[in-house]
């Protein structure tokens, strides 16, 4: 055996396969106790390993611990676990540069999720995920007049394309009363809302105005909704919603019509700059689950 001690220091070849051993002592050490062990590099045999630092007998893979009440970096393989592994990093033929058993949590030592973050994180790159988050949204509004062009007839509302407020891959394109359509960019559950001001300018109005959302020209149950105006030339609205699962290419158009075609998209507003007769908000509040 060639055993060589220099205060502390211990270099042993064969006793207990130990290469090198950085021992603390109960004279140089009290609180650690008679050899606690701060470096061990074993021969581990036929395991295929070339380095391996452990704390026998605790668990623990690598401790760094400032003073026993805090710990600074553990790296925990749980023998009680056949096959995990508390950390991972193989840069050889491995299919993975790192791999992380469990959930982690950044800010937080309770992670409920692969990765939870209690806090704001900041990306000078770009993320690149499959089912990650982006925000969709799409305001129209109009100031202009359109009347019910046959009893009847649903026809679509036109907003005007320069006053939209859009984020992400919703687009509007405003052509005529019959093909005005917004198509959706990305599939999820979209919240859409609209609003509709009415006026009829018979001197009797007796008529029923509806107005709906369509999907590839289909009624999207839920969004129909009806105004009876009782008096002529008086604002009166049609306002509805829904949440509704939609793809990537689904068309969507507010539509409206009534029995009669006194009844027109007005209003008799006084005050204000804009004065809207009808608003859309589209925005996305989840995504599909497959």
Known sequence: MNDDTIDGLNIDQNAGNIALRVDHSNAHNSAGGVGSTWLRTTNPGTTGK?????????????????????VGLKIDSEATTAGKAGLIIETGQGAYGALIEGNVGIGTTTPTEKLTVIGNASFTRNVTASNIWNTQLLSLHT????????????QNI???????????????????????????????????DYLIQIIDSSASPNSHVLGRITKNDVEI??????????????DG??????????????????????????????TDKTFGIHKDTATLKIRKVGNLIS
Do not use: W
């Open 50 to 70: 070339v380095l391996r630092v452990d704390n026998a007998g605790t668990g623990e893979g690598i401790l760094v611990d400032q003073n026993g009440d805090g």
């Open 143 to 154: 100031d202009a007049i359109q009347c019910v062009q046959s009893s009847g007839l649903f």
């Open 237 to 266: 609205e049609i306002q509805g919603g829904i949440i509704e699962p939609l793809n990537a290419g689904d068309q969507i158009s507010v539509q409206f019509t009534s029995d009669d075609t006194t009844v027109c998209m007005d």
């Open 158 to 192: 036109t907003f005007n394309d320069t006053t939209k407020t859009k984020v992400g891959s919703i687009s509007h394109n405003p052509i005529g009363i019959t093909n005005a359509t917004i198509t959706i960019g990305t599939d999820g559950f979209y919240d859409m």
């Open 221 to 234: 149950n839920g969004t129909l909704e009806e105004y009876d105006p009782t008096r002529q030339n008086t």
